[in-house]
């Protein structure tokens, strides 16, 4: 396992696109084996719980291999909902927006 790997959807996290991005980004844990994943949220406009399914199951997955994942730049709702579904519970580290 090696460094640092950021992921940075766009748009809705939703059921659609959550599919997609599930088998892209998998593919690339198995490929880069990173340490820490960074799900970099700045650009989600909205978030489901498909898209909550997906930063979970990259949690599982980079636990089974003793590594980690982390959130930054969510948005305030985006916060709520892993505060929520204690989620955020299971991130390494987890960053709101700033609103300055």
């Known amino acids: 396992m090696y460094g640092t790997m950021t992921l940075r959807p766009v748009g809705d996290l939703?059921?659609?696109q959550a599919d997609q991005l599930r088998c892209e980004w998998y593919r690339l844990l198995d490929e880069e084996q990173p340490d820490l994943v960074i799900v970099d949220?700045?650009?989600v406009t909205f978030l489901d719980s498909a898209g909550?399914?997906?930063i979970s199951g990259?949690?599982?997955?980079?636990?089974?291999?003793?590594?980690s994942v982390a959130v930054s730049n969510a948005s305030a709702n985006v916060l709520h909902l892993l505060r929520v579904t204690?989620?955020?519970?299971?991130?390494?580290s987890l960053e709101l927006?700033?609103?300055?």
């Open 14 to 16: 939703d059921v659609l």
């Open 41 to 43: 949220l700045s650009d």
């Open 52 to 54: 909550l399914r997906l």
């Open 58 to 67: 990259l949690v599982c997955r980079q636990r089974s291999r003793d590594a």
């Open 86 to 92: 204690s989620l955020s519970d299971l991130l390494d």
């Open 97 to 100: 927006v700033s609103d300055a």
